[in-house]
């Protein structure tokens, strides 16, 4: 397949152009394509595609669309910045057409322009994914403007997808909560963020400041609400009913011409929407001529509250055209506790939303591939969707991924992405071991953790260097992560970090039965020797053990999280240490610390805990802990969150793992590898359809459990899907998108 590109504008960040195919009619045919950095398709004006699914450097996924249409338009985005998103490439546009008649096209075929309408030098969206959309409408057919000339670029290996299209549809209606006139303070500060101050000293690519054509992070930034009246600017408050991932798409009426802003966030603060909350420039400008228009972001944001504000004389409607994995409504649920039934569609929805080409961590501020948040996300991919298509594609494309500006035998903390400023997380390399080993586990027949042996072996190889005397890591280079808590203060991190060195022996161990290397086994039971003679204090496991006059000794730091690292891992049993599992696990309010210990975050201080209590087998605890800490955010955005707050990202992918939980607490049956019974089932009647291996149905009824194969329930609600806050049939899902 032969790639080409505008000639001479390869090295422009932020560029868009055009490419199209005109017919002399509407005619049936199938189009093969990819490109860099990203794309849609229309065809006759309707968003068929969005994509490439992503590829390590140096390669792309192809995408095939069927199609029936006049015209084919694919607009084609090279941000050509380093980003967690995805990879820094030439750019590139390829692409087949063939026709039911049997004519065939190429990309040389396509006519191209420049998308003049998207404004070029605008802020960084955020420090890890490309830039803020602006837009001056332009009325002017594509087929009427300055043609550019292309060339032939040398276009990258090419894969294919695996999985389905993503979801284009419904477009989601937003619910209107108030209005009012929109006051501009003009003596208001700026925004700035790493991702606009950065450029200036090069750590972040991007435009100048002083180069911005616009910036309405800075116009925005003056807003001030006062609710009703009406004046040169006006606002009005939606609500989606839950928070959502898709196109922002407008329905504009101006007078004589205006501006529409839409400010968007996941929560409200202090009843409005803070574009800033998530360190992202979550707010788009549109500039639009007098009459009726459309117009639509080119990437997915994700959103449960939106504030659009206009110019006196402008109006405009907001949707949002979903883009999530469709495969997730393959599970099916019912309850007869609807709290329960929330929580768990939340989950589906945390995980639809990150699972649509890799699994990823959030769909708003990054929509970056993480290890690690990886192992626990997989779980509920294969809970939801029955397969495990995401995860695939996610360690595919670490056999592939670009590791230039890494130490020797290190792997990126996320990929597809950009290393920054050689920013590695170590720890993060530990779980990608331990997730092949889950993965090989589960898809024995799957190759991939042999093919990624060599990628085992080299991190091995690179922590080897970092063991003291004792066999123990010692002062680690990079980012070392333990979770977001105290546990992560520089004071606990330096020296021998406890909590790193049970992953990593858990890695060497996970390595061990991965390859059938006694060696490593050795070593890690050796790890954890040392851990339990010179971490623990007879009371709790200490968090770091530094060096004095060239002795190791305990820190006094203490953590929740440590604990529940030695439980979790292994390194601890609750035989041997019997007082302190029981402390630790004795019911108390969520989050609330130990006496003696600094408190827990969700992952991994929380999540660890959770699956401890599976472990011991106290599934009523556990579902009354996971409703305390899943039920506000289920009520809150629909979707589960980062962190035991609304302090970052409030859909992310990990949290999705919550399902394992909660299916086992009511049902007795854990869904890890393969489903298999290891708990007594709960009190409340429920049923689910979990749709791998066959098909399984799980049913609790007056206390007594059944397990059945290859059928499918007729379960309350298993016809009906989340939309716009309220539960609504598949079938007026369709006759509104008609509509």
Not at 3 to 20: H, I, K, N, S
Not at 75 to 104: C, H, I, M, T, W
Not at 226 to 244: I, P, S
Request: proline share 4%; net charge negative.
């Amino acid at each position: 397949m032969k790639a080409v590109w505008a000639e001479g504008l390869g090295e422009e960040m932020d560029l868009t152009l055009a490419f199209f195919l005109e017919f002399k009619e509407a005619v049936r045919g199938r189009i093969t394509l990819t490109a860099a950095s990203c794309y849609q398709l229309y065809a006759d004006g309707q968003m068929k595609g969005f994509g490439p699914k992503r590829a390590a450097h140096g390669y792309a996924r192809l995408s095939r669309h069927s199609f029936k249409a006049k015209t084919l338009v694919v607009l084609v985005e090279s941000y050509n910045v380093k980003n967690f998103y995805r990879v820094k490439q030439p750019p590139f546009f390829a692409v087949e057409v063939r026709l039911a008649d049997g004519r065939k096209f190429r990309s040389e075929d396509f006519a191209c322009v420049r998308f003049s309408e998207r404004v070029q030098k605008v802020p960084r969206y955020s420090y890890q994914r490309g830039f803020e959309e602006v837009y001056r409408m332009n009325k002017a057919p594509l087929c009427e403007r300055e043609k550019l000339p292309t060339a032939e670029v040398m276009c990258p290996q090419l894969l294919p997808s695996r999985g389905r299209t993503p979801r284009l549809s419904p477009v989601c209606p937003a619910h209107e909560l108030e209005r009012g006139e929109v006051l501009i303070a003009e003596d208001a500060a700026p925004w700035r963020d790493r991702a606009h101050t950065g450029v200036a000293d090069g750590s972040v690519e991007g435009f100048p400041i002083e180069q911005w054509e616009e910036a309405p992070i800075d116009e925005a930034s003056r807003f001030r609400y006062k609710r009703g009246g009406r004046g040169e600017f006006n606002y009005v408050l939606y609500d989606f009913g839950r928070a959502v991932t898709g196109f922002c798409e407008l329905t504009v009426r101006s007078e004589g011409g205006g501006s529409v802003y839409v400010l968007f966030d996941e929560v409200l603060t202090d009843g409005k929407v803070d574009f800033r909350r998530n360190t992202c420039a979550s707010v788009h400008k549109w500039t639009v001529g007098a009459g009726d228009s459309r117009a639509a972001t080119f990437e997915p944001y994700t959103m449960r509250y939106a504030c659009v504000v206009c110019t006196k004389g402008t109006e405009a409607l907001i949707f949002c055209r979903l883009f999530e994995n469709p495969a997730a409504d393959r599970f099916v649920f019912s309850c007869e506790d609807k709290k329960i039934e929330r929580v768990v569609e939340a989950a589906r929805a945390t995980l639809a939303q990150n699972s649509v080409d890799i699994l990823t961590d959030c769909p708003s501020r990054e929509r970056a591939g993480w290890l690690s948040d990886s192992w626990f996300s997989s779980v509920a991919e294969r809970c939801f969707t029955g397969g495990n298509n995401a995860e695939r594609t996610f360690l595919e494309n670490y056999l592939y991924a670009e590791k230039r500006e890494l130490p020797e035998g290190m792997l990126p903390m996320c990929y597809p992405a950009d290393t920054i400023g050689g920013q590695f997380i170590p720890n993060w390399a530990m779980w990608y071991i331990l997730e092949l080993e889950k993965y090989a586990a589960v898809h024995a027949k799957d190759r991939l953790p042999a093919k990624s042996r060599s990628n085992v072996y080299g991190v091995l190889r690179y922590f080897r260097a970092f063991e003291n005397e004792l066999g123990l890591l010692e002062d680690l280079e990079g980012w070392v992560f333990v979770e977001w808590s105290a546990a992560n203060a520089p004071a606990h991190v330096c020296g021998v970090n406890i909590p790193t060195n049970i992953c990593y022996a858990a890695a060497l161990a996970a390595a061990g039965r991965l390859y059938t290397d006694d060696a490593l086994l050795a070593r890690s039971e050796e790890i954890f020797c040392r851990v339990r003679e010179l971490a623990f204090d007879g009371k709790f496991f200490v968090d770091n053990l530094v060096r004095r006059e060239g002795k190791l000794i305990a820190s006094g730091n203490y953590t929740e999280v440590c604990q529940y690292y030695a439980f979790w891992f292994g390194c601890a049993t609750r035989e041997e240490y019997g007082k302190l599992f029981e402390e630790l696990l004795a019911p108390r309010k969520v989050g609330e610390p130990l006496e003696g210990l600094s408190a827990p975050n969700a992952m991994y201080g929380l999540y660890m805990r959770f699956d401890l209590l599976m472990e011991a087998g106290r599934g009523e605890q556990l579902l009354s802990e996971c409703m305390e800490l899943f039920g506000g955010m289920a009520e809150r955005t629909g979707t589960l969150w980062e962190h035991n707050g609304a302090l970052a990202s409030c859909c992310h992918g990990f949290a999705s793992y919550a399902i394992r939980w909660i299916l086992y607490a009511l049902s007795g049956v854990d869904i890890l590898t393969e489903p298999r019974i290891c708990g007594d089932c709960g009190k409340l009647d429920c049923a689910f359809f979990l749709p791998f291996a066959g098909g399984i149905t799980v049913t609790v009824k007056n206390g007594k459990r059944t397990f059945e194969r290859n059928r499918i329930p007729a379960l309350d609600g298993a016809d009906c899907a989340c939309y716009n806050g309220n539960e609504v049939s598949h079938e007026s899902i369709a006759k509104t998108e008609e509509q």
